[in-house]
């Protein structure tokens, strides 16, 4: 799940906003991504592999938040390994498409998006009659 926005990092370019397929993020009037609706997160890693500044954290549990810090992100070394792991945007050049090793994620993450997609449909439903 998203846990953190490292705003130090955040240019508000709008990438991972336009990237992430379940609307969890958003850019505010200060021009730095939030997360605005965290637990429609669906642990896709998207907005990871389009940041071009590696300021999104997310943690490969997809059921809750953990509670992440700036700063624990920051020294975990992990913020842009999956971007450049995946060999996406700048690192084509140097690292192989590690992409596929995310399948099982995408698929637990297709099954949460239905889930969720139909918890939504039950309560508009609601809210009209
Ligand atoms: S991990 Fe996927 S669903 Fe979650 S915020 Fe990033 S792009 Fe959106
Ligand atoms: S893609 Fe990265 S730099 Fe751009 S708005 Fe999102 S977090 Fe900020």
Redesign the pocket.
């Known amino acids: 799940m998203i846990e953190i926005?490292i705003e130090d990092?955040?240019?508000?370019?709008?990438?991972?906003?336009d990237?992430c397929p379940s609307d969890v993020?958003e850019?505010d009037a200060r021009g730095?991504?939030r997360i605005a609706r965290q637990a429609d997160c669906q642990t896709c890693l998207l907005?990871e592999l389009?940041?071009?500044?590696d300021?999104?954290f997310v943690w490969p549990d997809y059921e809750a938040p953990v509670g992440i810090t700036a700063e624990q992100a920051l020294a975990s070394g992990q913020l842009g390994a999956f971007r450049r792991d995946s060999g996406w945007g700048e690192h084509a050049a140097t690292h192989s498409n590690q992409h596929w090793r995310m399948g099982s994620i995408f698929e637990r993450a297709r099954l949460q998006a239905i889930e969720i997609a139909a918890r939504k449909s039950v309560q508009a439903e609601e809210t009209v009659r």
């Open positions: 926005v990092r955040c240019t508000g370019c709008g990438d991972c906003v990237a993020l850019v730095k991504a907005c389009h940041c071009p500044t300021a999104l």
